[in-house]
C-alpha cells in the first residue's frame, strides 16, 4: 500500500532524492567510494558543498554579503549560540510556540532575555501584533513557522515586523518553513533552521548570516561555539554532517529543476488550500489555528467536541489507507498533517478523501 507521511519531521522527502541518496551511499558519482566514507576535505566533496551553497543562494535569492553555513548540532543548538554569541545586553523574543519559548529558555542563560509579546493566552493558536519592539535590544528573534501548534507568520505580519524592527537586527527561526515560500533574506541579519523539515535528513543545520552582523561579537567564545570561526573556515571548522549536506544537495537540485521557490509556494498555497477548505467544510473536525495565521506546512485540526470519542477509531481508518505521522503533538492533541515540500498534491487530496470517507461512514450510515 503506498504511504502518505504527514510527519512533523524528519520529514517526507522526494522519492527520487531519496534514491540518489542511496546511490551516492553504496557509490558516489561513480568514484568507486561511497559519500560515507570520504574526507569532507577532498575535492568530490567540496563540489557538493559548494553546489549545495550555490543553489540555496539562487533559490532564496541571498544578496551579496551573506555567508551560509553548513552545521551540526540541530537548531535547538542555535538557541543557545545565538546569545552567546549576539546578546551582549538585552534581546526580545517573540513567543509564538514551544520552539519559540526553547529559544528564550536558552537566551536567558546569557543575559537579559525579553518575552516581547506571546500568544500563550490561547495556547498560541494566534500571532500576536499588538506590540512595539524596544529599539534598544541587540536582536529581535521571531520564530515563521510554529510546527507544534500549525500557525505561521504571514507575508503581512512579517511586514509589519520588519517596519517594527527599525534598525534592531532581527534573527529568524525557519526551521520548518524556510524554502517553502519567498523570503526577503536581506530583512534579516541572522537565519536558521534544522535541515529535517524540508531540506535533508537530520544532522545538519543551515544558518544564513550577514557579515556585517559578525562584527557585533564581543565575548571571547570557545572556536566551536564561534560564528566568525565557521564563516572563516566555511563550515570545515570541524567535520560538517557529509551525509545529510548530499542529500540536501540533490533536494536544492529538485526544487531548482521543478521551477523553484515560486513553484513550490504555488503547489504549498494550493495544499493548504485544499487541506483547510476540507476542514472548514467538515460537520466533524475543525483547525486549530486562528484563520489568518494557519500554517501551509503544519496543518493542526481537532474532532468538534462532541466527537472527541472518535479520536483513535478516525487514527485507525485513516492507517488502514495509509496515512502516517498524523498524530498531533502531546499539547495540541488531535491531528496534525504536515505538509512540507516534498508532499505532492495527490497526497493532500488523498487525505481529504479520506476525511470524506471517514465523515460519510460516521454521518450517514
Ligand atoms: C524542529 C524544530 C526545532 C528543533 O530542531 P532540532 O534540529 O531538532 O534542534 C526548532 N525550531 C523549529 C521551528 C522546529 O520546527
Known sequence: MKKYNFGAGPCILPQEVIEQTAQGVLNLNNIGLSILEISHRSADFQVIIDEAMALLKEILNIPEGYSILFLGGGASSQFAMVPYNFLNKKAGYLDTGVWASKAYESAKVYGDAQVVASSKDKNYTYIPTDYTIPQDLDYFHITTNNTIYGTEINDAKLNEIYKKVGKVPLISDMSSDILSR????????????????????????????????????????????????????????????????????????????????????????????????????????????????????????????????????FFEFAKQRGMVGLKGHRKVGGFRASCYNAMDVEGVKALVDCIHAYEELKLNK
Open 182 to 313: 519567498p523570503i526577503d533574506v536581506s530583512k534579516y541579519d541572522l537565519i536558521y533552521g534544522g535541515a529535517q523539515k524540508n531540506l535533508a535528513p537530520a544532522g545538519v543545520t543551515l544558518i544564513i548570516i550577514k557579515d556585517e552582523f559578525l562584527n557585533k561579537i564581543t565575548r571571547e567564545l570557545p572556536p566551536m561555539f564561534d560564528y566568525r570561526i565557521h564563516v572563516k573556515n566555511e563550515s570545515m571548522y570541524n567535520t560538517p554532517p557529509v551525509l545529510p549536506i548530499y542529500t540536501a544537495m540533490l533536494n536544492l537540485r529538485w526544487l531548482k529543476k521543478n521551477g523553484g521557490i515560486a513553484w513550490i509556494d504555488k503547489r504549498n498555497q494550493e495544499k493548504a488550500d485544499l487541506l483547510y477548505g476540507c476542514l472548514d467544510n467538515s460537520k466533524i473536525f475543525r483547525s486549530v489555528a486562528e484563520k489568518e495565521d494557519r500554517s501551509r506546512m503544519n496543518i493542526s485540526f481537532v474532532l468538534k467536541d462532541e466527537y472527541q470519542n472518535w479520536q483513535d477509531d
